[in-house]
């Protein structure tokens, strides 16, 4: 499968920005989506995940309450709905697919090796 990340931009301190993941190639509700980052001069980062059931979502602390991960299976697009912008929050956001049709817990969709797919990410810059 294909994944392509786009809807990075620059936005103030604040704001809110929709980042979308389209994928092709394979049937898209099959795999569970993760969103990931990564900052300058840091490691990739988890940010948040979807089960491919649609059931189970998780997020890194740093992001809880502000972030929403979801999916329309019908558009094959995964999406990640970033409210109240912090410049910490600059970096590449990446989207991910496992294809792997268990049931598992946040720790496992919080490891970037187990995805099997990666999109080419999209920079989003929040400025204070």
């Known amino acids: 499968v294909q994944l392509q990340a786009s809807g990075g931009g620059l936005v103030q301190a604040g704001d809110s920005l929709t980042l979308s993941c389209v994928a092709s190639g394979r049937t898209f509700a099959d795999y569970s989506i993760g969103w990931f980052r990564q900052a300058p001069g840091k490691e990739r980062e988890f940010v948040a995940a979807?089960?491919?059931?649609?059931?189970?979502?998780y997020y890194a602390d740093s992001v809880k309450g502000r972030f929403t991960i979801s999916r329309d299976n019908a558009k094959n697009t995964a999406y990640l709905q970033m409210n109240s912008l912090k410049p910490e929050d600059t970096a590449i956001y990446y989207c991910?697919?496992?294809?792997?049709?268990?049931?598992?817990?946040?720790?496992?969709?919080?490891?970037?090796?187990?995805?099997?797919?990666w999109g080419q990410g999209t920079q989003v810059t929040v400025s204070s």
């Open positions: 979807l089960h491919w059931s649609r059931i189970d979502t």
């Open positions: 991910a697919a496992d294809e792997k049709a268990g049931v598992y817990d946040g720790k496992y969709y919080a490891t970037s090796g187990i995805y099997d797919y």
